[in-house]
């Protein structure tokens, strides 16, 4: 009876892309593990063992780091192999500012686009503007001035940076950290002293705001950078991340399968540590890693973003 | 969204936590992932018991996924809890850029339409005698069911603040209680 009626209201409202589809989406994927896969098999381990969803990539960032060179977009074959191979969702990386690589993308039907520091960045003053696009965006921050200016951008995700391709997770504490605290701060600043934050926090005043009466980000929070153990993942989860990505820290170590499975129930019972215990156990080597401390600051990932 | 409608909200994510509940939402998520782990840590089978004797539960997207008795396009030995006679196809409408709202006529809920948001969502290919459909998008893809106290929606009515299904649930909830 109702049909023609359905019929119209439909057709004539139906949205895609819209805010709250690209944020909603990153909603779903909160509590869950996302991992760097390189070829269509490591995509099937990381299916298999629990992962809420794949970044696809062609080196992980500890080779990046080791092999030198320009970092781009990966090869596209690559990526649409991955996408062939698992159901769960596929993300891919574009340097910072290079919206043709973005445009590529999302010509190919990944489900996020990553605009990271992980690659070398192609504008060194301009990040994208996310807004026109129909697939959404995540971005690094090291700290919350940082995220506010992703998210007026249009990025419906924000992952702390940490230091990638490490297996040093100190970067990645602190950036969490920065942030959380940050946001902690300015809940608890009264009305008129807001204007300034926003002038400290190089972000505008109409998310900054937002926070302060929120006391918390508009969009998920994930962390991301040098994870390599479980421990580390549960560590991050109780400082207030949303989720963990985890990129050499799995297909480096002894282990893959055992590793991510083992860094995916950790992130789930993140605050019961007899569970995180029982994932620590048996898991083979962990990546050897690079102290962070040891890398000379021009080689430091997590300085670029601006 | 359930606390603001007067629920003891809280969140169950062990056995012994699924006893002190009358009713549960299974939020949405990636349905593989919540049946892996639901395994692993044992909530799986009370779960089933749970449902079989007549626990409400009300599962969006993903949730609606674990409540179907049969998933199209699992991936490799994916389960899911059942309960609900229907096939739900996983991500029916491709990637994220396929992702969507828009507004459906829901007389069971009442006679404003609700706005939607479907997002990697799945639809229901196929009801059985007892199940009923409470919306269809415009093509008549069934979005929405009800079987007995199971309800599941392949949308996410928490994201547009509309209380109207979580209440449809809660008073049934209630009227169990």
Avoid at chain 1, 154 to 167: F, H, L, Q, V
Avoid at chain 1, 214 to 242: E, N, S
Avoid at chain 2, 7 to 25: I, K, Q, S, T
Wanted: proline share 4%; aromatic share 6%.
């Amino acid at each position: 009876m109702n049909d023609i009626t359905t019929i119209e209201n439909s057709s004539s409202t139906e949205n895609f892309g819209s805010s709250r589809v690209k944020r909603g989406f990153a909603d779903m994927l909160k509590g869950g593990v996302i991992m760097d896969v390189v070829t269509a098999k490591q995509a099937r381990i990381a299916e298999d063992s629990g992962a809420v969803a794949v970044m696809a990539l062609e080196r992980v960032p500890a080779d990046i780091r080791a092999q030198g060179g320009v970092a781009r977009m990966s090869d596209l074959d690559l990526i649409e192999s991955i996408i062939a191979e698992v159901s769960i969702p596929v993300m891919a990386k574009t340097r910072i500012g290079h919206f043709v690589e973005a445009q590529i993308l999302q010509t190919l039907k990944v489900d996020y686009i990553d605009e990271s520091e992980v690659l070398s960045p192609a504008d060194y003053a301009n990040h994208i503007d996310k807004w026109p696009f129909t697939v959404p965006f995540i971005c690094g921050a090291t700290n919350l001035g940082e995220a506010l200016r992703r998210i007026n951008e249009g990025a419906a995700m924000i992952r702390s940076k940490g230091e990638a391709g490490t297996g040093d997770v100190s970067e990645a504490t602190k950036h969490i950290r920065t942030i959380t605290s940050e946001i902690r701060a300015l809940a608890a600043k009264s009305h008129d002293e807001l204007y300034v934050s926003a002038k400290e926090l190089q972000a505008p005043y109409e998310l900054v705001l937002e926070i302060a009466r929120t006391g918390k980000l508009p969009v998920v929070l994930f962390t991301a950078g040098g994870v390599a153990t479980p421990a580390d993942a549960a560590m991050l989860m109780q400082l207030g991340a949303d989720g963990v990505f985890v990129g050499s820290g799995v297909f480096k170590s002894g282990n893959p399968e055992a590793r991510a499975a083992a860094i995916v129930k950790a992130t789930t019972f993140y605050d019961d540590p007899f569970v995180v215990a029982s994932a620590c156990r048996g898991l083979g080597e962990a990546m050897v890693g690079i102290n962070v401390s040891d890398l000379p600051a021009p080689h430091r990932l997590s300085e670029r973003g601006w | 969204m359930l606390k603001s409608l007067g629920a003891d909200a809280r969140a169950v994510r062990r056995p012994e936590e699924l006893a002190l509940v009358g009713g549960l939402v299974i939020p949405g998520g990636e349905s593989s992932v919540i049946d892996k782990l639901s395994r692993i840590f044992g909530l799986a089978e009370p779960l089933k018991s749970a449902i079989r004797a007549g626990l409400p539960v009300y599962g969006t997207c993903a949730g609606l996924i674990m409540l179907a008795d049969r998933v199209l396009d699992a991936i490799a030995g994916q389960q899911s809890l059942g309960g609900l006679d229907i096939s739900v196809r996983r991500n029916a409408f491709g990637s994220q850029l396929d992702s969507f709202e828009t507004n459906l006529d829901i007389p069971a809920v009442g006679v404003t339409p609700m706005h939607a948001v479907f997002i990697r969502a799945p639809v229901v290919e196929q009801i059985g005698a007892g199940v009923t459909p409470l919306a269809t998008l415009a093509d008549g893809r069934v979005v929405a069911v009800e079987q007995g106290n199971l309800l599941g929606t392949a949308f996410h009515p928490e994201m547009t603040g509309d209380t109207r299904f979580h209440q449809y649930f809660l008073d049934r909830v209630r009227s169990m209680a």
